[in-house]
């Protein structure tokens, strides 16, 4: 990793005074609180856990363990029910509130559920959940679309103290069944098909193959989206509506310990198969909750729409539990930026009149690219905030999203944090920081960064190294499901003592943070989290395939792309047929959102003495960065160099 001077970037944003004044924190209270969550974490975290969360039994102390010995608890003694805290608990003031306003991918169906009634949705079909056999700590993955049954499959998990594992309906049947496997499943929840631009996503099909190889999934329920006709396992599948019909409207919410999990979301790491991330029950709960009101500056009569799908973190904990445990009004589209127009976004914008608009960069690229004509179409009077996630925002898109589509009155979040985190780490608070274009900014109270170079020491200011973690905090992971050892291994053994994230960064002279993206092997695509090495298992299981590298190269709109190196078995002849075929493979195994935007076929991988892949001189290669290679003295056989360049060449449609 570079350790290089880094430019400064100067441009500013004052706080606008209207947010300086009316949002809940501002620059002064900020100072204050974030040095008492420092000073005194217990006291901190132990007034919020009761100010955010309902608790049944109050917990007996605020936390322990360490990032030494991975074993952090929080609210220890507490007991609490999630399902409780996002609806029961609102009923009385809130009932009547509208907690989910539905947008469909067709922009005339729309669907609007209150509070009293998710809360009944919910208690019906965790009734559902227990008449056909899952108790507390069984596992249950929900294959679903972007529809609120989402949202009511995992509050009625979380209802009856079952773990539920969401697995992004955009992935295969492959990666289902593996993330059945691996976390035992004994339930999928699923529809009959998905929607998305008006194509259908053949969602229960997918779990038709996933399911031949996972014995232990005895039961399978399934949402009618679309009606077309499906498969139909007699003595398996059931209807989603004859769950809710058939179960009972009250269902007391178990009472679980704070630490006790809440679900399971499987991530992609530098090596080895999709990890699943596991996010306890209290901690968890008090840190989204906090974390949407502050960062967001969430206030009741807010309208706030986070655009992600609920198969990823931002789901999770910006869809669902933060801002129904805050008692919101909580958007969810089931369609995507362009469909049926580029205007699509903002139409929405307008006729539910959000006011705190949450995307991701690509999303913000893709409509930028398109012109301002699709956004100054619409009024968008009603935004105030806008915020981003997922990877680094660069400046010029910054300022588009600032300027054209906020009118220069919306302050942006630039918010970082990562599946593992639970909740957003770095950003800024929208009444109390000053705003930087491609900065993420400030730390969230609690949370102490640092940068450190290679050996872990801590580095000077504008030098870019590895971002860290010093200490816990409550929305932290507990744990890698069914493989603590795994845990220890990726965060806590490289740097001794803190959280490894696995981001470059650096600090600037006034403390902001500039996160500059992975510095593992770990790929963002169109802000999806990628391993290379899943790729390319995908792509050995070819029987044409002999050895494959994967590398990530910059792309305009999804961020980075996909460049796949590929040496062929001796007898087989490397062709344009085989290429598609490979992609094919790539899809079929993992899914679309991994799909190589190129191939180049070599003879031999660049590979040093003791047989390691040198990725940085193919990624260098990738990148068409071929004046400088670096040290290539270790290679074991230097010669493929001039026959990566040459190749590289043939691709030059590849920026
Ligand atoms: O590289 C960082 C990038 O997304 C990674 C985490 O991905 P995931 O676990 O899928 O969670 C995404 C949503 C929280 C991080 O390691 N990332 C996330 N937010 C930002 C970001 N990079 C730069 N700026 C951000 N705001």
Redo the contacts with the bound molecule.
């Keep these: 990793m570079h350790t290089e001077r880094v430019n400064i970037m100067s441009k500013h944003y004052e706080v606008p005074s209207t947010f300086a004044k009316k949002a809940y924190i501002n620059e002064a209270l900020y100072q204050k609180w974030y040095q008492q969550s420092i000073d005194e974490p217990e006291t901190f975290w132990g007034e919020r856990a009761k100010e955010f969360i309902s608790w049944h039994t109050p917990f007996e102390a605020v936390k322990s363990g360490s990032f030494e010995k991975a074993d952090m608890r929080w609210f220890i003694g507490g007991k609490l029910n999630a399902s409780f805290n996002c609806l029961d608990r609102h009923l009385k003031d809130n009932g009547k509130k509208v907690a989910i306003i539905w947008e469909g991918d067709d922009p005339n169906e729309t669907r609007k559920i209150t509070y009293k009634e998710l809360h009944e949705l919910v208690s019906r079909f965790a009734n559902g959940l227990k008449n056909y056999g899952i108790q507390k700590g069984d596992r249950v993955c929900i294959y679903l679309p972007m529809i609120p049954e989402v949202a009511i499959a995992m509050l009625a998990c979380a209802r009856i103290g079952a773990i539920h594992s969401v697995v992004f309906g955009g992935f295969s049947s492959d990666s289902l069944k593996t993330r059945i496997l691996d976390s035992d499943c004994k339930m999928v929840i699923t529809a009959d098909e998905g929607i998305r631009a008006g194509k259908k996503i053949a969602l229960k099909e997918n779990t038709d193959a996933a399911l031949k190889g996972c014995p232990n999934v005895k039961k399978v329920i399934v949402v009618k989206r679309t009606g077309n006709p499906i498969h139909w396992e007699k003595n398996r599948d059931i209807w989603y509506h004859e769950v809710i019909e058939g179960g009972d409207p009250q269902c007391e919410p178990e009472m679980i310990d704070s630490d006790d999990p809440l679900f399971i979301l499987y ?1 992609s790491g530098s090596t080895g198969r999709p990890k699943g991330v596991l996010h306890t029950t209290g901690g968890y709960l008090v840190y989204v909750a906090m974390t949407h009101k502050y960062i967001f500056d969430y206030h009741e009569e807010d309208i706030y729409w986070c655009t992600a799908d609920v198969g ?3 789901g999770h904990s910006y869809i669902i539990y933060g801002p129904l445990a805050n008692a919101a009004t909580t958007v969810m589209f089931e369609g995507v930026p362009h469909y049926p127009s580029f205007s699509r976004y903002w139409e929405i914008v307008d006729k539910h009149k959000v006011n705190i608009f949450y995307t991701a960069p690509t999303a913000i690229r893709a409509l930028r690219r398109e012109g301002d004509l699709f956004v100054s179409k619409t009024s968008r009077k009603s935004l105030k905030l806008l915020g ?6 660069n400046p010029e898109v910054w300022e588009w999203y600032y300027q054209v589509v906020g009118e220069g009155r919306c302050p942006i979040v ?7 985190t639970g909740g957003i780490l770095i950003s800024p608070l929208p009444g109390a920081t000053a705003l930087k274009p491609g900065s ?1 900014t400030l730390p969230f109270f609690g949370i102490e960064p640092e940068i450190v170079d290679e050996t872990g020491k801590p580095i000077k200011t504008n030098t870019s190294g590895k971002l860290v973690i010093k200490k816990p905090w409550p929305g932290f992971m507990k744990t890698i499901y069914g493989d603590h050892q795994r845990f220890i291994d990726t965060y806590f053994k490289e740097v001794k003592g803190v959280y490894l ?3 470059g960064a650096h600090r600037d002279e006034e403390g902001d943070y500039w ?1 500059s ?2 510095n593992d092997d770990v790929i ?1 695509v169109s ?1 999806h ?1 990628l391993g290379t090495e899943e790729i390319e298992s995908s792509l050995l299981e070819h029987p044409a395939v002999s050895e494959a590298a994967v590398v990530a190269i910059p792309h305009e709109i999804k961020g980075e792309a996909i460049y796949a190196y590929v040496s062929t078995k001796a007898e087989i002849e490397p062709s344009e047929n085989l290429k598609q075929e490979l992609k094919r493979q790539v899809r079929n195994s993992i899914g679309p959102i991994a799909t190589p935007e190129e191939i180049q076929w070599t003879e031999a991988l660049p590979k040093t003495r003791s047989g390691k892949i040198m990725r940085r001189l193919l990624r260098k290669v990738a990148r068409n960065e071929i004046e400088d290679l670096g040290d290539v003295s270790t290679l074991s056989n230097p010669f493929v160099i001039e026959e990566l360049i040459r190749e590289r060449k043939k691709n030059q449609d590849i920026p």
């Design positions: 991530t990823w973190i931002t981003t996630v997922g990877e680094p925002i630039d918010t970082w944090w990562q599946t593992e993420a994230t696995g981001d996160i993206g992975r963002k802000g989290r």
